[in-house]
């Protein structure tokens, strides 16, 4: 049975392939319902669904502790326990009032974006060409998303202007894009302090992360002679010193 679960997670047959692409569908799926049940009030429904996932998280939890090499080092990894505290937040509601704090919490679960990435790395020869790109947005998503659960939780019932998710949304962006049109406001302290640090920490992370999406794409290959990692994907020489470079690539870059 640990073989056979072991193969399914670093195998290369097709029933492999097929699990870790059904893996990234839940994954993708139990990130979706994270957002939007964020929009929605909490309510039976929302309870089970949230239940569902906890049942399922934990026995993918589990399936993945059983094949560890070293356990204690993937329990006390920041995937493993961003994991639990994502699962324990959906199990809360039985003990407990769904308190805001827990949209915050589940956030944690887009961590698992990089897990993703591996998988979809090693199925798919267009994502390993635009792994740059797709890499940088993945990050400006976990971002923007995981700010914007701070300013909700932190300002839902305090400013009238922010009653849900999506209002905390319109703020972070209308911040960070240095928009700021103004119709939503920080009135307390803490909020203020909040959109300082998104002004001077998050405007140079976002402009940053913006840059990386739309320049021209970059490949890794270091240089000799000087060392420089990362060259245009049809590059014969270096731009830094010159010298003749040897990029390997699978034929026509289009």
């Known amino acids: 049975m640990k073989e056979k679960i072991r193969n399914f997670y670093f195998g290369t047959d097709r029933a492999a392939h097929r699990f870790r ?45 059983m094949i560890a090499g070293r356990k204690l080092r993937f329990l006390f990894s920041f995937s493993s326990i961003a994991d639990v505290v994502v699962i324990l937040s959906l199990l809360a509601p039985l003990f407990l009032d769904n308190l805001g704090f827990l949209r915050v919490v589940r956030m944690l ?39 914007t659960a701070v ?5 839902a019932g305090q ?11 319109y703020f972070t962006v209308a911040t960070l894009t240095t928009t700021g049109f103004g119709d939503i406001t920080m009135d307390d302290t803490l909020g203020r ?17 913006v840059q990386t999406i739309f320049r021209p794409p ?4 270091t240089c000799e002679t000087c060392g420089l990692n990362r060259h245009d994907p049809d590059a014969v020489h270096c731009k830094h010193c010159g010298a003749t470079i040897k990029i390997p690539t699978e034929g026509e870059w289009t």
Do not use: C
């Open 193 to 209: 302090m909040v959109a300082v640090v998104i002004m001077v920490f998050g405007v140079a992370l976002f402009l940053r992360l």
């Open 21 to 65: 692409l059904a893996l990234l569908a839940v994954d993708l799926a139990t990130i979706a319902f994270f957002i939007l049940s964020s929009l929605l009030e909490p309510g039976l429904l929302i309870h089970m669904i949230d239940y569902g996932i906890a049942l399922l998280l934990l026995t993918e939890f589990a399936a993945r502790l």
């Open 159 to 169: 400013n009238e202007s922010i009653n849900n998710y999506l209002d905390a949304l």
């Open 109 to 147: 679960r887009l961590m698992r974006s990089y897990h993703m990435l591996k998988t979809i790395r090693q199925e798919s020869a267009w994502f390993r060409k635009n792994e740059q790109i797709i890499q940088s947005s993945v990050n400006l998503a976990i971002f923007i998303f995981v700010i």
């Open 151 to 155: 300013v909700y939780v932190l300002e």
């Open 218 to 221: 970059k490949v890794s290959y």
